[in-house]
């Protein structure tokens, strides 16, 4: 059974058939061939596969592709602009957060729905806008770290 | 990963079409609402719904509003971070915003609603205690037509509810709190995040003024039985006189007899059983100071 | 020498590629025509295969190919040889792979795993190695006498011991005779998940005419595996070809064949097209590999004030059912149950025994973990003894430069008592303890540890200049998270003395990448960082010796810096980009240089006669502090901060020294606090991130990383290693710390808050207990 949905990821707009059965992850890894979200479980335990849908994060291996019809959908492909990077990304690579790099564009798109939300978060609450991506490398120190400072970086004080 | 079998789908527009979808269909039919649990289950294969009727396309479920004659309605479909962060909640029903605060992840709660928590009857729901305390209600639709039932009246077993087949959950309605109040709620899971219940306690009292009078109080325990429970007895303990620190620890103490943890992979009954009298106490605790206009 | 790059926190090399979601990872890897693999595995932890019936999975459209043990009929392992691609007559643990299945999709291939139907006759299982090791016990290898194995791991042939090791080093029975106090204590340490948020993964491609395989694999030591596999499959180290994606974590997981097996299994039956394995997150917990657990029997004798006098441990490792790394662990590992301490006479025996469980694998520490859980849980219950402060205690007995080892190498470089000395300082060692508030209890501890690395081993690399200038690195290291990439760049950009930004380092590749022993051991800074300095140096003088001829002046009076060649007095001649052009005009070419290093033969490897195999070509050192906050009413450890401090030899990146002390402080404490299998008749029961719990970011404590600096004459720069030795310290410290807190000594882990509580109402108990008869009986 094939359900037709139109979707927008990263600002281009997509026209396709799915199966009810298909997950976000999936289409987007599968389908579209973007890989930068990851499926590290699959059960919504350890937050690799966040993505933004209208600037809200959620986990996309729960998401059934059919629920995005007509959604707008941001990965981390879509992060950075015309201009360059995102000062998340830009504060990841200055700050050192980034080890294996697996958690990270999911760690990134946390930082940005929290940051777009809360200019100038503090560390309680970036800590707990993250807590739902797990990281084995064990970054949460300097990741914490960099979306303090792109925070700043955009604008948010405190 | 594991992936999820093919199913049909459905996409209702109205709930009577909904309810019309799945008294149709019969047992091979769910509801699909966040799908953070009925997804799970599924691609674990502990569930194989031949048909899956997603909710989510009917309007007018999804709303936090005050009631016009008092009290507000919580949408079925109301996913948990909009309770969580929903200024009307936070002021109103602090409790219920602090429950849907510490359940699952963050992005978990942009998906999970409070119609599907409930629904699911786990022992461990973790709204479930503050719908108890709150006295909350719910409407419910199905094919003999709509009717109202009590939270406390709901959850009949693990995974087990009233509904019959065919019926859905389109609201929860909780009536004001009264002046002087103060309701907390309390958890411990394995770790700081991102974690079910081992125990959870949510804890209601309400101050009739005069030297820590007690006008109304509420204990409700998740995690602890085959469903989530009003502490009864702790809750008698607590009427019986003014609220002080012996009358906490009994209360506490009450508490903690009156469930029946079992020992699973989490934790032992045991462990459990002694958690919600810690829990018990800490939750009346800061009840007490909330009630009192002082912060939790 | 002047460094513009070694030294400093430059940003990643492969860094870009990651915050953009670009980089490839193994479970990335798409190739045309690709299929994908499932695994059929046994629920039983002991069994034997009566009937496999695949005709099921045949019935679902789009399978390819259904494989079978007998279709695939080779063992590998690396150590001893023991472990069937798929299982044939029997099976040994709860998920060993039965059969495998490549489809189209995904889907389709799990769907026909799902009909297939395997009939097994089950048999006696053993859980605990100590009933392994009894006579009555049910045997897991009885042929384990036929099987190849590197000759320094003995086994015992008609017992689960797989590999036994005695040492015996001086006089233990006259060193405790002449100790004042004798402490005999057992500890066990639990097996843990690597669970790295990258699940194995391969692509495998077979091309029949050639009997030639390629693989995509996110391994962490490729030419290990290409050397297991050519041995299991009888062909040359060139018919196979390893192609290193990105890894997603590993820890020493991904250095045995998990998802590879299968691949390549199957890619012999799918007529060319490469078939993808992606073990799911249950198949990674369940059925990849483990930590070693371990029951470590500690008999230690001290003079009163605290200087040890003798060692004798006993150590019996949890192998699971097959030897994977396991020998080497169990072999290696014993000697650091020693600690970084002066110990005259010692007797150490270990054994690692087969179990029918998860196997047990290399990971992070290789033993070390576990050894320096019970040496210095130990050494806090002699210090509370006999009344000497933990840090004194330490400071006392701790190595310093000039020391002989147990083998009678001198130890150099040894930066330990400055790592105890600040790491106690940053803690706040020897302060008064705040008061309790309300139910929760403070307190503070600290170990500490040593770790040498697999020597000798070796690391071969290319390095290409082009004729624009523009550099590429043929090193067969991955990356796996440490920053090798960097540190190996920032290594030969100094060395060569061109700017950092011309320098390309592509993954392995085992067709045009020379060996590397692995990303393992902490070794890869020392060894691969020293082959790029060899290397680097030749395309160095090279380049000089062109310019000299070019520019018609002295080779040894030139200098290139930043790309640029310079004369003595510092003024700018010519780019290298101008001169490489002049050099080869419009036709193109390479200048090329090569590099090897081992330590083999160094004179810092001398010891005493025959012993110089426990020599270590460089030793590193750690201590960690930690201070906590128990609820003593609920058990919960709060993990306040930990202090940990490093001698790192040089710190080549410094904020890559930090994220690798972080790190493993944050795996430590998720180790010790949260994660446990739970377990049933050898079936894992918490197969999800749900019930298997690793720390979030909200049980993150305050870490403060110490890097001290004892530069080591041989290393490049003068660096060591520190990807591992960060993972041992965190669980004693925490322990020591609770100890602290409240009185109560744990021995054995994890330390969840239903044993604490336990154990602290048991305390309690026995304090009311001896009170009461203290009051029966005054006086």
Known sequence: MKVPIDLTVNGERYELEVEPRETLVELLRERLHLTGTKEGCGTGDCGTCIVLVEGVPVNSCLVLAVDIKGRQVLTIEGLAGEGGLHPLQESFLEKGAVQCGFCTPAMLMSGKALLDRVPGAGEEEIKSALSGVLCRCGSYKKIVEAVKAAGEKMGGKR | MKRLRPFRYFEAGTVSEAVGILTREGVGAHPLAGGTDLLVRMKRGDLAPGALVNLKRIPGLGGIEREPGGGIRVGALAVISAIEHSPLVRTSYPVLAEAAGVLGSPSIRNLGTLGGNIGRASPASDMAPSLLILRARMLVEGPQGKREVEVREFFKGPGETVLSSGELITSFLLPDMAPGSGAVYERIGRREGMDCALVGVAALVTLSGKDHGVKDAGVALAAVAPVPLRAKRAEQVLLSGSLTEERMKEAARAAAAECFPISDMRASGSYRQEMVQVLTYRALARALRLAEGGKA | ?779
């Not at chain 3, 198949?283 to 004798?312: N, P």
């Not at chain 3, 090897?596 to 195999?613: D, K, M, R, T």
């Not at chain 3, 901060?641 to 930090?658: M, Q, S």
């Not at chain 3, 008749?681 to 305050?702: H, Q, R, S």
Request: with cysteine; net charge neutral.
């Open chain 3, 1 to 779: 020498m002047e460094t513009r790059y070694v030294g400093k926190s430059v940003i990643r090399v492969d860094g870009l590629e990651k915050v953009t979601g670009r980089a490839v990872y193994g479970v990335d890897v798409e190739l045309p025509g690709m299929l994908y693999g499932a695994v059929v595995r046994s629920p039983y932890a002991h069994a034997r295969i009566v009937d496999i019936d695949t005709s099921g999975a045949w019935k679902v459209a789009g399978v390819k190919a259904v494989v079978v043990g007998r279709d695939v009929p080779y063992t590998f392992g690396g150590q001893v040889k023991d472990q069937p691609f798929l299982a044939v007559e029997r099976v040994r643990y709860v998920g060993e792979p039965v059969m495998a299945v490549a489809a189209e999709t995904e889907l389709a291939a799990q769907e026909a795993a799902e009909r297939v139907r395997v009939t097994y006759e089950e048999m006696a299982a053993v859980f605990d190695p100590r009933e392994a090791l009894k006579e009555s016990a049910p045997l897991l290898h009885p042929d384990f006498g036929d099987y190849w194995h590197v000759p320094l791991y003995e086994g015992v042939a008609g017992t689960n011991v797989c590999m036994v090791r005695r040492l015996l080093l001086g006089d233990v029975e006259r060193g405790f005779a002449e100790a004042d106090e004798i402490f005999e204590d057992e500890f066990y340490i639990h097996p843990v998940a690597h669970s790295p948020m990258e699940t194995h993964a391969a692509v495998a491609q077979y091309f029949q005419p050639r009997d030639e395989y390629i693989i995509w694999s996110s391994t962490d030591r490729p030419y290990r595996l290409l050397k297991e596999l050519v041995q299991a499959l009888g062909v040359s180290l060139n018919q196979v070809r390893f192609i290193s994606a990105y890894s997603g974590g590993g820890f020493g997981g991904k250095g045995a064949m998990v998802a590879e097996i299968i691949a390549v299994a199957l890619a012999k039956f799918t007529k060319g097209r490469p078939v993808k394995v992606v073990c799911s997150r249950e198949e990674e917990l369940t059925a990849s590999q483990t930590r070693h657990a371990a029951f470590m029997k500690l008999k230690t004798g001290v003079k009163k004030d605290g200087i040890f006098t003798a060692r004798k441990a006993d150590i019996i490792w949890d192998n699971g059912a097959y030897s994977s790394l396991g020998p080497d662990v169990g072999f290696r590992g014993v000697l650091t149950i020693l600690g970084p301490y002066r110990i005259p006479h010692v007797e150490l025996l270990s054994r690692l025994v087969y179990t029918n469980k998860e196997i047990g694998g290399a990971y992070r520490g290789f033993g070390t973990t576990q050894v320096t859980w019970a040496c210095e849980v130990q050494m806090d219950m002699i210090a509370q003894k006999l009344r000497i402060d933990p840090l004194e205690i330490r400071l006392k007995n701790a190595y310093v430069d000039g020391d002989s080892y147990i083998n009678g190498q001198i130890l150099r470089t040894v930066g330990l008592k400055e790592t105890l000395k600040k790491a106690g300082r940053e803690i706040g060692w020897g302060q008064p303890k705040p008061a309790p508030r309300g139910s929760k209890f403070r307190g503070k501890g600290m170990a500490t540890m040593l770790k040498p690395t697999a020597t000798p081993t070796d690391s071969y690399c290319f390095i290409r200049v082009n004729h624009d200038a523009s550099i590429v690195i043929l090193s067969g290291a991955p990356e796996v998270g440490g920053g090798q990439k960097t540190v190996l760049s920032q290594i030969a950009a100094d060395t060569i003395g061109v700017p950092l930004s011309s320098i390309v380092i592509p993954n392995p590749d085992t067709y045009y990448t020379p060996y590397d022993m692995a990303v393992a051991s902490s070794r890869t800074t020392y060894h691969m960082g020293n082959a790029i300095r060899q290397a680097g140096q030749e395309v160095r003088q090279k380049i000089l010796q062109l310019a000299g001829k070019s520019l018609e002046t002295d080779p040894s009076r030139l200098n290139l810096s930043e790309g640029k060649i310079f004369d003595e007095g510092g003024r700018e001649l010519i780019t290298l980009q101008q001169l490489l052009n002049k050099i080869f005009g419009g036709r193109g070419g390479s200048i090329l240089g090569e590099g090897h290093h081992s330590p083999a033969g160094s004179p810092l490897l001398a010891a005493s006669p025959g012993q110089e195999a426990i020599s270590s070509i460089f030793w590193m050192f750690g201590t960690h502090a930690a201070e906590v906050e128990v609820d003593i009413e609920t058990g919960v450890v709060k993990v306040l901060k930990i202090a940990a401090a490093h001698d790192v030899g040089r710190a080549i990146h410094p904020a890559l020294c930090e994220q690798q002390i972080e790190g493993a402080v944050v795996m430590g404490l998720s180790n010790t606090l949260f994660e446990e299998f739970k377990m049933e008749k050898g079936k894992i029961l918490n197969d999800t991130l749900a019930d298997y719990k690793l720390a979030t970011t909200l049980d993150l404590p305050e870490i403060v990383t110490i890097l001290v600096e004892s530069y080591h004459e041989e290393g490049p720069f003068g660096a060591k290693g520190v990807g591992e030795p960060a993972a041992a310290p965190t669980a004693p410290a925490i322990a020591n710390a609770i100890f602290d807190a409240t009185g109560v000594r744990i021995r054995d882990l994890p330390i969840t808050p239903e044993k604490l509580l336990a154990a602290l109402k048991r305390k309690e108990q026995t304090e009311k207990l001896s009170q009461e008869e203290k009051a029966v009986r005054p006086g």
